[in-house]
């Protein structure tokens, strides 16, 4: 069974780069969440996608967007990138009209802005 | 706005004692609450949750009481192993886990636990 994984998992950009990370859902899951976690903080809500469409979105910028397909996996882009972008990015996915079926986090993608 | 908080950065227990996590959070929107614990170079992994209408929750060594009157949510783990050596995120949703709200948590800023042998 397998779960939620991330691509990639470090990768180093340049301030205003612009950036993709991938996401595929543990199987059988429809929904997909971002987060980005900075250093000695919890995560904190990008946006969830599901159905192809954004559904909910958290306090973050417009250059922050993303993208689901229909094989339900996602993608988080970032452009113009900042120093403030460093952080761990972190996709979860869950299971929609199923009751107390908790997100899913995959390991992450490290994000590094210079 | 800090809606939920974790004022315990770290916590450190002996092998076989209890552990005990604390959370705190402000909206009153706020009706399910998860715990999930995190080690390094891992995403966080789900561990408990509890719903609003209930007080309580037990799986295994692990429970969480949920105090709505304090808003205050704690985690127990009984007994304690070098094994649960971890970083703890407590987090809040409007919404149960599966439904429309359920993809937006809201985490404290976790509680580092050390088990020593």
């Known amino acids: 069974d397998a779960g939620v994984t991330q691509s990639p998992t470090h990768l180093i950009k340049t301030r205003g780069q612009q950036v993709t990370l991938r996401c595929s859902p543990k199987s059988g899951h429809d929904t997909v969440s971002w987060y980005q976690q900075a250093l000695g903080q919890g995560p904190q809500f990008i946006f969830q996608?599901?159905?192809?469409?954004?559904?909910q979105r958290g306090n973050f910028p417009d250059r922050f967007s993303g993208h689901q397909f229909p094989n339900y996996s996602s993608e988080l882009n970032v452009n113009a990138l900042l120093l403030g972008d460093s952080a761990l990015y972190l996709c979860?996915?869950?299971?929609?009209?199923?009751?107390?079926?908790?997100?899913?986090f995959g390991n992450g993608t490290r994000l590094t802005v210079t | 706005d800090q809606q939920v908080k974790q004022n315990s950065p770290s916590l450190s227990v002996q092998e076989g004692r209890i552990s005990i996590l604390n959370c705190d959070y402000t909206n009153s929107m706020f009706d399910y609450f998860l715990w999930y614990k995190k080690y390094p170079a891992e995403g966080p992994t789900f561990l408990i949750s509890?719903?609003?209408?209930?007080d309580k929750n037990e799986d295994g060594r692990f429970t969480v009481f949920l105090n709505k009157s304090a808003k205050h949510l704690s985690l127990h783990i009984v007994p304690s192993q070098p094994g649960d050596s971890a970083v703890y995120f407590c987090?809040?949703?409007?919404?149960?886990?599966?439904?429309?709200?359920?993809?937006?948590?809201?985490f404290g800023q976790g509680t580092e636990l050390s088990v020593k042998p």
């Open positions: 979860a996915s869950s299971l929609e009209h199923t009751y107390n079926s908790p997100l899913h």
């Open positions: 987090a809040a949703s409007e919404g149960p886990a599966g439904y429309n709200q359920g993809g937006k948590l809201i």
């Open positions: 509890i719903s609003s209408i209930k």
């Open positions: 996608y599901y159905e192809e469409e954004e559904r």
